[in-house]
């Protein structure tokens, strides 16, 4: 089950990310801050989303530690999105529609994230430990 929901994961940083390269006007405006968007935050966008897609692929094109070393690095990236999203809301200086949307996005993906890697450390923790024989 928790594979299926990292697959889905990246399958979204993918399409949001690609989104986000080729149409970044489209994707603020999905965001709630197309009237804030100026020549900067396009590029910003475009930056975050080339960010996600490399994530998304990274993440679906690896196995075994490697994915979970792309799993890993992408839930710091959520972590990270979603406290700076959380410090949004508090100022109120980000539209609070276009903060709580992006922040509940970036949180959902955390959990997910962090839901995963404390169910790897549980299984890994439960495989039995065998010793070499010299």
Known sequence: MQAKALVALAIGRIVWGVL??????LNTRLAGVA?????????????FGSRATVLGIGYLTSTGATRRKWQRL??????????AGLGHLRRGDVPRRSAGLLTAITGTYALIGAKAV???RAASSAEPVTEATD
């Open 20 to 25: 986000a390269l080729v149409s970044p006007r």
């Open 35 to 47: 009237e804030r968007a100026t020549p900067e935050v396009h590029y910003l966008i475009r930056v």
């Open 74 to 83: 992408a839930l710091g990236v959520d972590i990270c999105d979603t406290v």
């Open 118 to 120: 404390l169910a790897d």
